[in-house]
């Protein structure tokens, strides 16, 4: 796959540098407008001008004398002077600018440079002398007043739908990160604001709104916002595809790569600060396309839209914008400024929708896992139910057992008597002395029946001693509690509670799983305390807390709290309640908001002796 993308990558670069050497050997009608024919070539520097610079001449001719603009399509240059000759006439400068020029110095206000010209019926000479970012080129367009106006107004309804979208994608996914959703929420906000930015500051925005008076900034802008775009992608790459997971050499690479941006900040005090961003955005590409691709073969999910964005952006943001800057723009009706922004649109259009692909992948898992808890928590109170139905069944058959060998206990007791009669009015005999020991022995049996049954009887409820049984418990979830640098602790105990284990365990996991997912630091603390003819079982946490409107609504199915860490599902305190129910206990939730919140469950029974815990 990546090999099939290096060739396609080739053929193009290929491609474009033929159609520049055609463009370079014709002469081009590019500039022309309103009747007005012009050539341009590369030339020396007209007598007075700076040779330092890069040098093209134009050579037009009209029926009559116009007013035109030289629109340079750029937003601002290191340095630009124009010449102007008439036949027979020498060459005058008409406009000088440089680096240190703020906006206010420009003959035409707008984002982009455009230079005002009085043209002469018949012949005329230009000499066009700059220098931009990069050594590059420029593609300038000779046009009439109107047309410029039209051009530009064009290029601001454009590049305000683009930043209006690009907006409305980041604000979307900035509410979707502020309800719950994942970390590459943030990272995905961070990245589309730094190409609004970026692109703020390519189409001329930034230096005719934002900075007008800091000339020096504006041309360091270009490689502070760049940098900034690449490590906002290079973040998101990381976050989205899981890379520390899925690709740890991938992911130590571009922590790597994070750094070296950071370092090439420097780079802002260089004259030409720009050509720093280039190398690094060409340093970035290929590890950029190898995590596409990796996670792509992986399945991740939303790894093919992933790759089509990123894919991209590289090409048309890093290949064909560099290509122009250089003057081998492949698409020559295209503005070499406009790939950035189609670029950034095309991966903030494919992101999203890499998003909506991830995200409908995750609700699906979501709703089997709460199929799947809601299946076990209907389980287990159907298992519960019949636990307690086989017993009390057990119950009763042991009862009647009893019943059953105490009626035959009497009969057999009169017969003893009646027996013990007859030895005293005649002699025994062995009949006599037979039926006395059958009967002794069949009173023993009977006797020992009743003695197993009411052995073997279940007195009621699980007779649980809190204290180890609750030490037990918290032990499973110590190792999650480490994780997430809190502290679980369980207040002494020595109290004795009858009820069901099972039932008991599963409100304990469910109380003790909210704690430790809601927390972000402090502890977690579970104690007994003794309630009028009831014990109440007590977890409490210092976490965010909960609003009184919020109460309520948590103990609904599938309702999550705001600060919800990945892996909730809105099932542990509607399945606690429903087990409470079940039981016949009562569920109390004490909470203040930014304070922390206790989860009670009060048992009704008289315990021995109980240790009690501070709320």
Not at 343 to 350: D, K, R
């Amino acid at each position: 796959m990546a090999g099939v993308l290096m060739r396609g990558l080739l053929i193009l670069l290929l491609w474009g540098l033929a159609v520049y050497e055609a463009r370079a050997q014709s002469c081009s009608t590019q500039l022309q407008a309103q009747d007005l024919q012009t050539c341009g070539r590369p030339d020396a520097a007209p007598p007075g001008g700076d040779p330092q610079l890069r040098w093209q001449r134009y050579e037009l001719h009209g029926p009559q004398a116009q007013a035109r603009v030289l629109a340079l399509g750029v937003p601002d240059v290191q340095a630009l002077e124009l010449w102007q000759a008439e036949v027979g006439a020498t060459a005058q400068r008409r406009w000088q600018l440089s680096a240190r020029d703020a906006q206010a110095a420009r003959p035409l206000a707008g984002p982009r440079l455009a230079l005002p010209l009085d043209l002469a019926a018949g012949r005329s000479t230009l000499w066009l002398g700059y220098r931009v970012h990069g050594n590059g080129r420029l593609e300038p367009q000779l046009l009439s007043p109107a047309a410029e106006r039209s051009a530009q107004l064009r290029r601001d309804l454009l590049n305000g739908l683009a930043l209006g979208v690009m907006a409305t994608l980041a604000a979307v996914v900035a509410t979707a990160r502020w309800v719950g959703g994942p970390s590459a929420y943030l990272a995905y906000v961070a990245l589309v604001l730094a190409q609004l930015l970026l692109m703020l500051q390519t189409e001329g925005y930034a230096f005719a709104w934002l900075w007008p008076e800091l000339p020096a900034w504006n041309q360091r802008a270009p490689l502070v916002l760049g940098l900034l775009s690449l490590a906002a992608h290079a973040a998101f790459a990381m976050q989205f595809l899981q890379m520390r997971e899925h690709m740890p050499r991938l992911w130590r690479a571009h922590g790597v790569l994070l750094l070296l941006f950071l370092f090439a900040l420097g780079a802002v005090a260089l004259p030409d600060p720009v050509s720093v961003g280039v190398l690094m955005a060409l340093a970035y590409a290929p590890l950029a396309l190898a995590a596409a691709v990796w996670a792509w073969r992986l399945g991740l999910p939303g790894a093919p839209l992933y790759t089509l964005g990123a894919g991209a952006l590289l090409l048309l943001s890093g290949l064909f914008f560099s290509l122009g800057v250089l003057g081998h723009n492949p698409f020559p009706a295209v503005p070499f400024l406009d790939y950035p922004k189609i670029g950034a649109l095309l991966e903030a259009a494919f992101f999203s929708a890499a998003f909506i692909n991830r995200v409908r992948a995750e609700q699906r898992r979501q709703a089997e896992q709460r199929l799947r808890r809601l299946a076990e928590a209907e389980e287990l109170l159907a298992l519960e139910q019949q636990r307690q139905a086989a017993l009390a069944l057990a119950q009763r058959q042991g009862l009647r057992l009893a019943g059953a060998s105490h009626d035959i206990s009497q009969p057999l007791a009169s017969l003893r008597f009646a027996i013990e009669a007859l030895k005293r009015s005649a002699a025994p005999g062995a009949i006599t002395q037979h039926l006395d020991h059958t009967l002794a022995y069949a009173q023993t049996l009977l006797s020992d029946l009743i003695q197993q049954t009411r052995a073997e009887l279940p007195s009621g409820p699980d007779r649980i001693a809190l204290g180890p049984w609750l030490q037990q418990q918290l032990a499973q979830h110590e190792q999650a509690a480490r994780a997430r640098g809190l502290q679980l602790r369980l207040a002494p105990c020595r109290a004795e509670l009858q009820a069901s284990q099972l039932m008991l365990a599963r409100v304990l996991h469910n109380l003790l799983g909210n704690a430790l997912r809601y927390t972000a630091r402090g502890r977690v603390l579970v104690g007994v305390r003794r309630r009028p003819g009831a014990l109440e079982l007590q977890v409490w946490d210092s976490g965010p807390g909960l609003a009184p409107a919020q109460l309520q609504r948590l103990q609904q199915p599938f309702e999550r709290g705001s600060s919800a860490a990945d892996g909730g599902h809105g099932l542990g305190l509607f399945i606690v309640k429903s087990l409470c129910e079940q039981c016949g206990w009562e569920l109390r939730i004490h909470s203040r908001v930014g304070r922390g919140s206790g989860f009670c469950v009060c048992i009704p029974q008289v315990p021995t002796t109980v240790d009690t815990v501070s709320a």
